[in-house]
């Protein structure tokens, strides 16, 4: 008997080519779409890229059914809201700047969905994540896609050992124009839809519009470096680390958010050298191996999704650790996560914090992968 594999089906041509793939090697696929949040009836923009239509679920019906093979509706409007959306708004009030993919992922896709896998008596769950997830003697490790300017392992981190074990990213190990390619010759009907680029709940990407329909913001002042005064704000929900425009300012040397004080509601800012740090503090770390590094070791990091890797020594501390940059790196902001790498394997992850922790010792010496 084929090992049955549950396939989360956005409508998407990623997670199509994936139940594709899936099938063409023996697998019983199940198609599943989730219902994330209820999009139906609302003024979308015209060049809307995101998910959570009714046209999404339809397009994944079709596929299916071009395939042959089941296709379910599972409802998590109710998670997604307590472990993404209220996440997304309570991080702002703190000041921080969250990413809601990565709670997606860790609460959702691969906690909730696999949960319903099992109950489907299904031996893998898979996406159309651009990853990839290979068995080594150590254990299973997560690592870079193939195609690096689509790679997503940055939203991966949370992944555990179990979770690894049961699931597949099939289209990890192809370029997009491959992927793509794929889904033409099958006669998908989503071949060409276009890639969803938008927070799937905020279809305007206007996410300051929706902070002021579900928060009470507290006005505050916003003050120079030097403790100066020059203006008022209506929240520090609307600002992020490295922020320009719309502070309010006029005039002088450009002025960027340089850091969020939730407890003053003071937003301080100051020039562009004040956004440098040479490292930072990261909580919540999480190793997808299951075990910390000894002592500490060179990485590179990604600090946004979007940015680039940059050398740095890890210097892991209990369920946090320290990361000195080699180089000093601009905005590194509170409420995003910090990935870490050695060459393509995804070593670990967490969320960065403000401010550093004192003692970390400065003459022992990083082991290298």
Do not use: W
Request: charged share 25%; aromatic share 8%; hydrophobic share 35%.
């Amino acid at each position: 008997m084929p090992e049955k594999v549950v396939v989360a089906m956005s409508g998407g041509v990623d997670s199509s080519v994936a139940a594709l793939l899936l099938q063409q090697q023996g697998y019983d696929v199940v198609g599943v779409t989730m219902k994330l949040y209820n999009l139906d009836g609302e003024d979308l923009p015209p060049n809307y890229q995101g998910c959570c239509t009714l046209d999404d679920v339809e397009d994944a019906r079709s596929v299916c059914r071009k395939l042959g093979i089941p296709h379910y509706v599972l409802n998590t409007q109710r998670e997604f809201q307590s472990e993404v959306v209220d996440y997304f708004t309570s991080e702002y009030q703190l000041g921080r700047t969250p990413h809601p993919c990565i709670a997606c992922n860790d609460k959702i896709k691969f906690s909730h969905l696999m949960e319903r896998a099992a109950v489907l008596e299904a031996d893998y769950v898979a996406t159309g994540h651009y990853a990839q997830i290979e068995r080594t003697p150590s254990g299973i490790v997560l690592k870079k896609a193939v195609d690096a300017s689509k790679d997503q392992s940055y939203v991966l981190f949370g992944m555990g050992q179990d979770q690894l074990a049961h699931t597949l990213m099939p289209v990890g190990a192809y370029p997009k124009s491959e992927i793509r390619q794929m889904a033409e010759d099958a006669k998908l009907l989503n071949a060409a839809k276009p890639d969803s680029q938008d927070i799937c709940f905020i279809p305007s990407g206007d996410y300051k519009s929706f902070l002021k329909k579900r928060l009470d913001t507290v006005p505050g002042d916003i003050v120079e470096l030097d403790g100066t005064v020059v203006g008022r704000h209506e929240g520090i929900e609307y600002f992020t680390i490295g922020q320009r425009r719309g502070l309010g300012i006029a005039g002088g040397e450009p002025r960027f958010v340089i850091r969020l004080e939730p407890e003053t509601r003071r937003v301080i800012i100051g020039p562009v050298e004040a956004l440098m740090r040479d490292e930072m503090r990261v909580s919540a770390v999480n190793y997808p191996l299951g075990v910390a590094p000894e002592g500490p070791v060179e990485i590179n990091v990604k600090i946004r999704y979007k940015s680039s890797e940059a050398a740095a020594v890890l210097y892991p501390s209990g369920d946090g650790a320290i990361v000195r940059f080699t180089r000093p790196q601009r905005s590194v902001t509170p409420g995003q996560a910090a990935v870490f790498y050695q060459g393509d394997v995804l070593l670990g992850g967490g969320t960065i914090e403000p401010g550093v922790i004192t003692g970390v010792p400065e003459d022992q010496p990083a082991a290298t992968a």
